[in-house]
């Protein structure tokens, strides 16, 4: 007899390629399989359980990190844009990475130990970035640059097990931190019809608000398979059938995208963070801030041209940076990103 592990088959699969997020053992096995990861980037797709970042290099341009500043990745995420700034800040500076992820964020700091940068250089906290001057009196003062990255990454979008896809079937949950608050099943079964179509009109901008709410109203909605399919019925009928599939589909994200929001308060934290940041600078710090919905970027812009007329800020970007189409062709989940910037006074 012998205590050596047994040897575990990799997950069959039907066809040529896998479909499930569990059957890409290559692409979630990145050390191994980095050659697959590749060839999966160069059709324009993200592979599984990771992150592309976007507008990378505008986004150095604006933050422009030096050896020995003190900066902070507010949505650590995948670690994507905190891998391409750490190396610019040494010698003799650091980077605090931050997210409320508990599921993701070991994975990230693990990665971006792996490749170098120890504590002295990167230092990983799990919190809310609205409670980011409880940072300060770590980081010794105030920050030279801040990136907030909002929005939800693509390896929580991915993993059915998360519950924010309508691609495949999970449990309704959407919560960044699910060991926090409700999930989202729980908060559909407390609105009124009146309050959920509010909450897909203010969160998303839903067209259909009303007839969707409808048909969610009082119905026992556990599963995300389940909320694609009362969507579908409601919209039965609705579009022409040239368009259906393509409307069929921005109601589905527009639905998710707003419970997402509700769920995680993700409006109320982010109004709170713009409110708070600029105490947590340092005079002529620099400020990065990506969106991806009309609710995020509408915040951020009130936010910067307010301080600029108050005078804390001496420049803010007058319009969004969009991502080129090359990068918008190789990653197209970036096509809804807007970047905007502001310099400290």
Request: glycine fraction near 8%; charge should be neutral; include cysteine.
């Amino acid at each position: 007899m012998t205590d050596e592990p047994q040897h575990q088959r990799r997950i069959r699969y039907k066809g040529t390629h896998p479909r499930q997020f569990q059957e890409k053992y290559k692409e979630l096995d990145p050390q191994i399989h980095a050659q697959e990861l590749e060839k999966v980037r160069e059709r324009g797709h993200t592979p599984a359980g990771t992150h592309r970042p976007i507008c990378v290099q505008e986004i150095l341009e604006i933050l422009a990190p030096k050896p020995g500043e003190v900066g902070l990745d507010a949505t650590l995420g995948f670690g994507g844009h905190a891998q391409e700034l750490l190396p610019l800040l040494l010698p003799g500076g650091r980077l605090f990475g931050i997210d409320v992820d508990p599921l993701e964020l070991p994975r990230t700091e693990a990665r971006l130990r792996a490749l170098g940068f120890g504590p002295d250089h990167l230092v990983v906290r799990r919190m809310n970035f609205a409670g980011l001057p409880n940072l300060l009196p770590e980081v010794g003062g105030e920050l030279d640059f801040v990136l907030a990255d909002l929005g939800v990454s693509s390896m929580q979008i991915d993993n059915p097990a998360r519950g924010f896809t309508f691609k495949a079937n999970g449990p309704l949950d959407l919560r960044l931190n699910p060991q926090r608050g409700q999930p989202a099943s729980a908060l559909l079964q407390k609105l009124s019809e009146l309050d959920l179509a509010e909450l897909l009109f203010t969160n998303s901008d839903e067209p259909y608000a009303d007839t969707i709410a409808a048909a969610l109203h009082s119905q026992p909605v556990s599963t995300t398979g389940q909320l694609a399919d009362l969507v579908r019925q409601a919209m039965k009928g609705v579009f022409r059938e040239e368009d259906r599939q393509q409307e069929l589909r921005k109601c589905l994200q527009r639905t998710f995208q707003a419970l997402r929001i509700a769920v995680n308060d993700e409006f109320g934290v982010l109004d709170q963070f713009l409110a708070l940041l600029p105490r947590c600078l340092k005079p002529a710090a620099r400020v990065a801030i990506l969106t991806f919905h009309s609710g995020e970027d509408r915040r951020v812009k009130k936010a910067f041209q307010a301080g600029l007329r108050e005078g804390i800020y001496a420049r803010i970007a007058e319009d969004p940076i969009r991502p080129g189409s090359e990068e918008r062709r190789s990653n197209p989940r970036s096509a809804s990103a807007k970047l905007r910037w502001a310099v400290k006074a």
